[in-house]
């Protein structure tokens, strides 16, 4: 999240070398913690260089299964320990692979074990 300075009252945003560091961090943490992931990436802004004050970070995470529907999956993961706002969607790879012929935004995949 934005950091305010102690002595003002400006609110900085992290860079975005800083905000991908964290996100390795957490994908890291993920494939040693939950086994059920099988890839983590980013796309949107941060890919096509538009990331900026104000962005939030547009996350994919594969896992083997769920039993939540799509709504709901992101709510089951932790993602308070990245510097920005997130917007996460969880897929299966079947679900992945269904979609990724229609996204028409390159991933950047952090993490992956497929």
Partial sequence: MPVRSLNSSVLRWPKAEDVLKAVRQWAEE?????????????FGS????EWGVGSDLDLVLIVESSQQPFLRRSAGWDTTALPVPVDLLVYTPE??????SRMKEEVVWIYRSL
């Fill in 46 to 49: 941060m890919t096509r260089g």
């Fill in 95 to 100: 679900e992945w692979r269904k979609l990724r």
């Fill in 30 to 42: 993920l494939s040693r913690t939950r086994k059920e992931v099988l890839a983590v990436g980013y």
